[in-house]
């Protein structure tokens, strides 16, 4: 898996904290001035990535152990999972919740925040295993990619407040879903 692929799975898996993030955005802004809007946002943006860079690797050494056992079927594996946490995705953002709107985010809503959103990346992480992708760059790549898109998420969360976060959820969604059907076409297909 290339560079291209993985930054698009880091794409589509930090949709999740680019919408978490552009509410966090929306909800503080009022409260803090430009500095430490700034600083409080890259806080919960690193936190995001962070762990989206940690559940991989936890996924693929999960994944790792139990190979052997479904190596005949991994591309179906990557697939299906891949292809159920993008309509996930797809249906959060059709049918939203109603969010409580947080001023202060503690520490503790940050990090509860950061696992939550990143519990897809644990699923994605058993998928690598299965295809062997080399797993530290594909994290790197993956926790980057969630900082980045979570502090832009941030300001436009400040700035437009929750006109883009459910067409995030959706994009992301369409991302992974794509990708998984990637896989299973040059495992089935192509192969």
């Not at 939550?116 to 992480?125: E, F, K, P, Q, R």
């Amino acid at each position: 898996m290339g560079f291209v692929e993985l930054f698009l799975i880091g794409v589509g898996l930090s949709m999740d904290a680019f919408a978490v993030s552009t509410t966090n955005g929306m909800c503080v802004s009022r409260q803090y001035k430009r500095q430490s809007f700034f600083t409080r946002a890259l806080v919960w943006s690193a936190m995001f990535g962070l762990f989206q860079g940690l559940m991989p690797m936890l996924g693929y050494f999960l994944g790792k152990t139990f190979a052997s056992f479904i190596s005949s079927i991994d591309h179906w594996i990557a697939f299906i999972l891949l292809g159920f946490i993008g309509g996930q995705m797809i249906w959060e953002a059709v049918h939203p919740e109603k969010e409580e709107c947080e001023v202060n985010l503690p520490f503790f809503t940050i990090l509860t925040q950061a696992i939550a959103t990143s519990i897809d990346a644990l699923a994605v992480g058993v998928s690598f295993a299965l295809l062997e992708v080399n797993i530290l760059s594909a994290s790197v790549i993956i926790a980057l990619t969630t900082l980045l898109c979570s502090l832009v998420g941030a300001y436009l969360g400040k700035a437009f407040g929750s006109l883009l976060k459910s067409k995030a959820e959706v994009f992301g969604g369409v991302i992974l879903v794509l990708i998984g059907l990637k896989i299973l076409l040059e495992h089935t297909i192509l192969a």
